[in-house]
């Protein structure tokens, strides 16, 4: 039977619990609250539809509780089938269904909370075992024969699936004791090519010798990094991470400040082109009125403004000039005599003329 909207019910829970970035039990349970998930199971289903809604449920837990999603996923998974068990009103109550190739998983699954120290967890999966809460089966579905039916895709969301370890994938114990069998052939072989046959010579040392040593410390780190992201954090090491990240906002800040108080102090010399843009170096302990009040030195375009204004008040200036003797022509051609000239002048010319006539 198919029952829209569930496997979307299911799925916002999850995402809903992923956002929190916990894995804490307290955290699931305000959610389960907050969704009212609890009356999933309320309705006006008949026996027959309520175990096969209730199974429904389950098998969609199950996807999500085993591999490949991640740890956080698969641990929101186990707190949604001991809900699921817990509030479902069957009677009796239906079991989950695990197949046997899938247990194994379930069971390093649980190794991995108890390692990891997330006891609430565990403590779910040890009280659903002892409830037998799981029905151990050969197959996680019914398997019927002659029967075609059109069942939907199961496959989970993508953002939900875990980034697949490489390093542990390429790099296994096997791998490793076989680069350690091929590292002590291959010096063996360069002892007998070199003159001393103890030690190999240094032309030869194409490969370093503790090359195997570091690969396998590069393993072990890498898994501690991975357990290290598991654990949850507890509020003394959120206190010691702000304090770390304040004390490198400070450091970064004082090395800024360091950086732009030796730029402001060191003057660069300017070339020849530029001397007259040269800046002048000015202390902090000087006042900035004493800077705004000294006179910046011009440029050459507010030169070029200049001559240009010049230049075009003479040119006005001449216009003006122009325009008044172009007013008063005569004036500028006949010069005007006063009377003094004039008799002065009179009686210069009637001696002249005696003194002819004599």
Sequence with gaps: MNFPGLKEDCET???????????????FLAIWKDMQFSKIFVGGMRTLERNAFT????????????????????????????????????????????????????QSFHQDLISANHLDAAYVFLQMRLKRAFHFTAMPKFLTFQIH??????????????????VSNLVTSDTLEEIQNIHEHYRKTKCLISADKSQPDKSLSLA???????????VTEHQLWKLEKRTPKTKSDEEKEATSQESEGSERARALARIKAKSYNSVTVAPKSRRHRQVQLVSANTDPTDSQKRKRPRSR?????????????????????SSKKSQHPKSSRMPVISEEEMSSSGEEFLITKRKRTK
């Design 55 to 106: 199974g429904e449920a389950f098998s969609i837990a199950c996807l999500y509780f085993l591999p490949p999603y991640t740890f956080q996923i698969r641990v929101g998974a186990l707190y949604l089938l001991y809900g699921l068990y817990s509030t479902q009103l069957c009677e009796p109550k239906r079991q989950i269904r695990i197949s046997l190739k899938d247990w194994s998983e379930v």
């Design 149 to 166: 039916k059109n069942t939907p895709n199961s496959s989970g969301r993508e953002e939900f699936k875990d980034v697949q370890d490489r």
């Design 301 to 321: 375009k507010s030169r070029r403004k200049t001559s240009k204004e010049m230049e075009d008040s003479d040119s006005d200036d001449d216009y003006e000039v």
């Design 13 to 27: 829970l999850l995402s809903r619990f992923q956002a929190t970035d916990s894995v804490r039990y307290e955290e």
């Design 208 to 218: 370093k010798d503790d090359f195997v040593d570091g690969l396998k410390n590069f």
